[in-house]
């Protein structure tokens, strides 16, 4: 009997899962052609959107003459620092309102909360990434900025910070089912945030006590470790991986709890 049951669960799990997938996958394509149409550069704006904001930024610090009072390259400053911001920035954007966009595709008996959220998260995450690569590539080529030093530890970084975005986005975007107040308070919440985020500076050129209190948002230490991994022995970085993934873990099952009432709070409307 218990031989004979295993395998049942097994492929009733397996069964489940391909199921979510597809689920994921039409919500997907879904999204991808209600924001980028199908027509014109359709879903490559997924990758340009975040590339002409980061090129933006860079842009406007060279012509400005800005450079910290560092021999740091600014195009590459700007490239790992605001290429991260997009991406947890965005995600938690997008899954602010997913619910409220999507309320009618909760009625479909295979497609939850946590499916909807997943296409959202899944598509900012692509978008950065894409976007980060390809202008990386770009510059590199063009030999406007150095390839990085230690290709492995930027993307370590990057997946910290993927990870951190994925499960703030969980939270937030979760919580909104509960009140509306959540998704009034992200938006100035989000701008607060954001020159607090690492992407502007370095924790070491900041006295003692600000490095203490901007090294309690774990976006700083994930942004730290891509720069080091660029940038390498040039300079002095701060970050602890352990504590990172410590906020991360708590947020994601935290927001996973919270995904999980939401889906039964939409469900029983």
Not at 13 to 23: E, K, P, T, Y
Not at 45 to 73: C, D, I, K, N, R
Not at 104 to 109: A, G, I, Q, S, T
Not at 133 to 154: C, N, R, S
């Amino acid at each position: 009997m218990k031989t004979g049951a295993v395998p049942g669960r097994r492929t009733t799990f397996m069964n489940s899962l391909a199921i979510q997938g597809r689920v994921v996958h039409a919500l997907l394509m879904r999204e991808v052609i209600t924001r980028f149409g199908r027509h014109n550069v359709g879903v490559l704006w997924l990758v340009g959107e975040p590339m002409l904001f980061t090129l933006g930024v860079a842009a406007l610090w060279s012509a400005a003459g800005l450079s910290h009072g560092t021999g740091l390259p600014i195009i590459s400053f700007a490239l790992t620092g605001y290429s991260s911001v997009l991406m947890w920035r965005n995600s938690v954007s997008r899954t602010n309102s997913a619910i409220q966009h999507n309320f009618n595709l909760l009625y479909h008996r295979n497609v939850h909360v946590i499916d909807v959220f997943i296409t959202r998260i899944v598509l900012e995450i692509a978008g950065a990434t894409g976007s980060f690569i390809v202008l990386g590539l770009f510059f590199t080529l063009g030999e406007w900025i150095a390839p990085p030093e230690d290709l492995f530890k930027v993307v370590q970084g990057w997946l910290m910070l993927a990870w951190f975005g994925s499960s703030l986005a969980l939270t937030i975007g979760a919580a909104t089912a509960y009140s509306e107040i959540v998704e009034r308070l992200w938006h100035p919440a989000a701008y607060l945030l954001f020159p607090l985020s690492g992407a502007a500076f370095m924790v070491e050129w900041l006295p003692p006590a600000g490095r203490q209190v901007v090294l309690l948002l774990p976006m700083v230490h994930g942004v730290e470790m891509v720069r080091e991994g660029y940038f390498g022995s040039s300079v002095r970085t701060h970050y602890d991986l352990a504590y990172m993934a410590t906020c991360c873990l708590v947020l994601t099952l935290v927001g996973l709890f919270l995904v999980r009432d939401a889906g039964r709070r939409v469900e029983a409307q």
